[in-house]
């Protein structure tokens, strides 16, 4: 979604012809380098001729898919050659954070109050993001060229793995990474995404919804999801983000009569028999998405739909988002719950989660689960705007390990769950 991960085109470098031409991969350089960078996006996205495509406006901002990690860096790959003006050609982003990438036993004490509980490991992971090269320049190698220097950048920096996310059938960028960087295929997460109706979705009536505070949901998130895979070490710099538009706990009134918020530790104590969690990241502010490529039958017809839905809402009728237009998102991450009822729970704050994105004005809501999360059948989504398999590659950087208990991450199989980071998405 979004720009999502890496898209190249061919092995990831360029053509052109004339004289001899040397491509430099330098530091971007956002007061100057911003217009250049934007021309190259354009030239990137342009959809297959009618098909459906989805364009990506970042709003001006070329780094906003990495501003906000705890350290990034973007590469710019640029032609100079003697007698002509400089271009350019390609640019990558990159970040890097500590994040879950296992669990052990304590052995020193530091869990005293349950030592059969698990403590998280962790690792410090890079992220490979918004590759692009010029289709005028394809197939000159510049896209590992790119792809090298970020990692060059990534061990300078102390990062253990980089990993990538990009389509299952985008066979360039899989090719790239996989035979020529020597990725492998890690995860095959699924990105949900759900339009905003015209009609507030109808919650149900025995539903407790609490809004935590961002030390609050810290707190939670940590007692009960720190051992999840790819869980942020820095959650509080995601929940305390302006975008972050607050972490909501579910509950039903029959099993949870408390109507006042008892604070993360009381409630994880002693929690109800089901109970469900999840936050709500605003992508509406950091970049904007639009379906090109629509005939006027299709964009006649989701008019219609918007149109009857607006003018008879008590029907809860589902109608096709305005996403010929230029629109925005919201992401809801963390997603988690226990007991017989937590799916319904989960479908419930999703509902909510709607709601807001209704208020705000957003055209779809989204979010990215490990493919065996069990919750998931609590995400309504639309299936034509998802996407059941989406491919996460990664890579080991360096010999030394955060942990000897883990060993090679990128051999370790699947759990259940996985924390997608909203700042990435």
């Given at each position: 979604?979004?720009?999502?991960?890496?898209?190249v085109?061919?092995?990831?470098?360029?053509?052109?012809?004339?004289?001899?031409?040397v491509?430099?991969?330098?530091?971007?350089?956002?007061?100057?380098?911003?217009?250049?960078?934007?021309?190259?996006?354009?030239?990137?996205?342009?959809?297959?001729?009618?098909?459906?495509?989805?364009?990506?406006?970042?709003?001006?901002?070329?780094?906003?898919r990495?501003?906000?990690?705890?350290?990034?860096?973007?590469?710019?790959?640029?032609?100079?050659g003697?007698g002509?003006?400089?271009?350019?050609?390609?640019?990558?982003?990159?970040?890097?954070?500590?994040?879950?990438?296992?669990?052990?036993?304590?052995?020193?004490?530091?869990?005293?109050?349950?030592?059969?509980?698990?403590?998280?490991?962790?690792?410090?992971?890079?992220?490979?993001?918004?590759?692009?090269?010029?289709?005028?320049?394809?197939?000159?190698?510049?896209?590992?060229?790119?792809?090298?220097?970020?990692?060059?950048?990534?061990?300078?920096n102390?990062?253990?793995?980089s990993?990538?996310?990009?389509?299952?059938?985008?066979?360039?960028?899989?090719?790239?990474?996989?035979?020529?960087?020597?990725?492998?295929k890690?995860?095959?997460?699924?990105?949900?995404?759900?339009?905003?109706?015209?009609?507030k979705?109808?919650?149900?009536?025995?539903?407790r919804?609490?809004?935590?505070?961002?030390?609050?949901?810290?707190?939670f998130?940590?007692?009960?999801?720190?051992?999840?895979?790819?869980?942020?070490?820095?959650?509080?710099?995601?929940?305390?983000?302006?975008?972050?538009?607050?972490?909501?706990?579910?509950?039903?009134?029959?099993?949870?009569?408390?109507?006042?918020?008892?604070?993360?530790?009381?409630f994880?104590?002693?929690?109800?028999?089901?109970?469900?969690?999840?936050?709500v990241?605003?992508?509406?502010?950091?970049?904007?998405?639009?379906?090109?490529?629509?005939?006027?039958?299709?964009?006649?017809?989701?008019k219609?739909?918007?149109?009857?839905?607006?003018?008879?809402?008590?029907?809860?009728l589902?109608?096709?988002?305005?996403?010929?237009r230029p629109?925005?998102?919201?992401?809801?991450?963390?997603?988690?719950?226990?007991g017989?009822?937590?799916?319904?729970?989960?479908?419930?704050?999703?509902?909510?989660?709607?709601?807001?994105?209704?208020?705000?004005?957003?055209?779809?809501?989204?979010t990215?689960?490990?493919?065996?999360?069990?919750?998931?059948?609590?995400?309504?989504?639309?299936?034509?705007?998802?996407?059941?398999?989406?491919l996460?590659?990664?890579?080991?950087?360096?010999?030394?390990?955060?942990?000897?208990?883990?060993?090679?991450?990128?051999?370790?199989?699947?759990?259940?769950?996985?924390f997608?980071?909203?700042?990435?998405?």
């Amino acid at each position: 979604m979004g720009e999502k991960g890496v898209g190249v085109g061919g092995g990831g470098g360029g053509g052109g012809g004339g004289g001899r031409v040397v491509v430099v991969v330098r530091k971007f350089d956002q007061e100057n380098d911003s217009k250049r960078v934007e021309e190259v996006e354009r030239r990137c996205e342009v959809g297959p001729s009618g098909e459906l495509s989805l364009f990506t406006d970042l709003l001006g901002d070329p780094i906003c898919r990495v501003r906000h990690s705890p350290s990034f860096l973007m590469l710019v790959a640029e032609t100079v050659g003697e007698g002509k003006e400089k271009e350019i050609v390609g640019m990558i982003r990159g970040c890097i954070k500590t994040v879950t990438c296992g669990k052990k036993l304590s052995r020193n004490g530091r869990n005293s109050n349950d030592p059969t509980k698990p403590l998280p490991v962790y690792t410090k992971l890079a992220y490979i993001l918004g590759l692009r090269v010029s289709p005028s320049h394809r197939r000159m190698g510049i896209g590992l060229k790119l792809v090298c220097k970020m990692e060059e950048w990534f061990r300078e920096n102390g990062a253990e793995y980089s990993y990538i996310a990009t389509e299952n059938d985008n066979q360039a960028s899989v090719g790239l990474f996989t035979d020529k960087c020597g990725y492998s295929k890690f995860r095959t997460p699924s990105i949900l995404v759900n339009p905003v109706f015209a009609h507030k979705v109808r919650l149900p009536r025995r539903l407790r919804i609490f809004k935590l505070s961002p030390s609050d949901a810290e707190s939670f998130y940590r007692r009960r999801f720190s051992t999840t895979e790819f869980f942020p070490r820095d959650i509080d710099s995601v929940l305390n983000n302006k975008l972050s538009l607050g972490t909501f706990v579910a509950v039903y009134s029959d099993s949870y009569p408390t109507e006042s918020w008892p604070g993360s530790d009381s409630f994880l104590a002693d929690p109800p028999e089901s109970w469900a969690v999840l936050s709500v990241w605003n992508c509406k502010d950091v970049f904007t998405l639009e379906v090109r490529g629509a005939s006027r039958v299709k964009r006649g017809f989701a008019k219609t739909t918007r149109l009857v839905d607006r003018a008879l809402p008590w029907l809860q009728l589902p109608s096709v988002p305005e996403v010929f237009r230029p629109f925005g998102l919201h992401f809801m991450y963390g997603l988690g719950g226990e007991g017989p009822r937590a799916v319904k729970l989960v479908k419930a704050l999703c509902g909510h989660a709607h709601n807001l994105a209704k208020e705000r004005g957003c055209g779809v809501v989204a979010t990215e689960v490990s493919s065996r999360e069990p919750l998931r059948l609590g995400i309504p989504h639309w299936k034509r705007l998802s996407c059941a398999e989406d491919l996460w590659c990664i890579k080991r950087l360096g010999e030394d390990y955060s942990d000897g208990s883990v060993g090679d991450w990128t051999k370790s199989p699947p759990g259940l769950s996985i924390f997608v980071d909203p700042r990435e998405f």
